[in-house]
């Protein structure tokens, strides 16, 4: 008797046997099997953005419990350090930190048996333990795992501990993307608005929308009277990332339902382009001329993600900020008409009848971007480093 595939396998083999490029086959945004291998290998096993660092730890916080993939993890700091440790008491497992919950304490108790530890891991105290023959603290401290920030934002690998020559270079896995964002000095840009979004869609169909404008002049007639649909080019430089550029139309300064901007200029930046770029696994940035969104995405399960969007604007000399709801409404609205559309694709996924259809010439980069996915999937690195040919901008019109 032939044992049956399972989810996983199937996904390769169909991947493996294509001959032309074509969408993910249905299995990567159906199945539950192909979810939790991605929340492991792709978000536990890269670099996934945890948030802004600044709202992880809010000031007067030591401590915060959040989830890496499938893995919980404790963010610690000290004196301006951030750590991460596997959120899981070296005596019997206890979570440290409730998931979600933060700290001001200065050093991390288990609650259950009240082993304690310093915000560098090291065994403080263990009940009972003192006195024992061969029990020896320094063999017992939480188990760290690499964690960076950059740009504000904290990054973890959770899937190996920190030291581990397994875990990419965050930089190789940036590469290339980092010029482009950098210059917005997003770290020094505040929250203006926060929306939090629950769509009923794979994670990788509402990235897959982010990454073309083949859709606008269908669904977004707002955002095609502020941007050209065909004004983007789209960026293939190294780094585990996609992404491109798009234009405001002519009299336009922001992307705003009249184009107009409620806030001030962030210095040295194009004043006419928008840029688009994602980070895998979860990052989005959309920086404009005036303030930059962010869409931080977690997969809740096979048919649904979680959505933190967040707008940034620059302080005026006083610290102060605009109100925000000239970028906040529109995106508002293009965000939702995006989820509609992303919750019929899903839908449409699990039909039988489904087969993956081939790209548009203005879907180049969500080619990309399930290529990548594509290779993590046959046991490739995620990382991509781009073939520039004759032209060293990376730029793909």
Not at 49 to 75: F, H, I, N, Y
Not at 214 to 219: A, D, L, N
Not at 325 to 346: K, P
Request: charged share 20%; proline share 8%; hydrophobic share 40%.
């Amino acid at each position: 008797m032939t044992t049956p595939m399972n989810d996983l396998d199937a996904l390769r083999a169909e991947l493996a046997a294509r001959e032309t490029p074509a969408m993910l086959p249905a299995l990567a945004y159906t199945s539950p099997e192909v979810l939790a291998w991605e929340l492991r290998e792709v978000f536990a096993g890269t670099w996934t953005c945890l948030g802004r660092v600044d709202e992880l730890l809010p000031t007067g916080a030591t401590q915060a419990a959040v989830a890496v993939g499938d893995v919980g993890v404790l963010l610690t700091r000290d004196d301006e350090r951030v750590r991460m440790f596997a959120n899981t008491c070296r005596h019997r497992g206890h979570e440290l930190l409730a998931p979600g919950g933060t700290s001001q304490r200065q050093s991390v108790v288990c609650p259950y048996h009240a082993w304690s530890y310093d915000l560098a891991g090291r065994v403080v105290a263990a009940r009972g333990f003192r006195d024992l023959e061969g029990f020896d603290p320094e063999e017992h401290g939480l188990v760290e795992l690499p964690v960076t920030v950059w740009c504000g934002w904290a990054f973890g690998h959770a899937a190996r501990p920190i030291g581990d020559p397994g875990v990419p270079d965050f930089a190789l896995h940036l590469g290339a993307m980092d010029g482009i964002v950098a210059a917005y000095r997003p770290q020094d840009l505040r929250l203006g608005r926060r929306h939090d979004y629950e769509v009923a869609a794979n994670w990788k169909v509402v990235a897959e929308n982010y990454h073309e404008c083949y859709h606008c002049p269908v669904i977004h007639p707002e955002l095609s009277r502020v941007s050209p649909p065909a004004s983007g080019s789209n960026y293939h430089l190294s780094g585990a990332w996609v992404g491109g550029s798009m234009q405001l139309g002519q009299g336009m300064t922001t992307m705003s339902l009249d184009g107009r901007s409620g806030g001030r200029p962030i210095a040295g930046v194009s004043p006419t382009t928008i840029e688009y770029v994602h980070l895998l696994p979860n990052l989005l940035v959309s920086a404009h001329p005036d303030y930059v969104m962010v869409h931080r995405l977690t997969p809740v399960a096979a048919d649904r993600t979680s959505i933190e969007c967040a707008w940034y604007f620059p302080p005026d000399d006083l610290g102060g900020l605009p109100d925000p709801a000239y970028a906040v409404d529109f995106w508002d609205l293009t965000n939702r008409q995006d989820w509609a559309a992303c919750e019929s694709v899903q839908r449409g996924l699990a039909s039988p009848h489904f087969r993956p259809g081939p790209f548009a010439p203005d879907e180049d980069a969500v080619a990309r971007f399930d290529g990548m996915l594509a290779d993590a999937y046959l046991g490739r690195a995620i990382t991509a480093t781009a073939d520039l040919g004759e032209d060293p901008t990376g730029i793909v019109q």
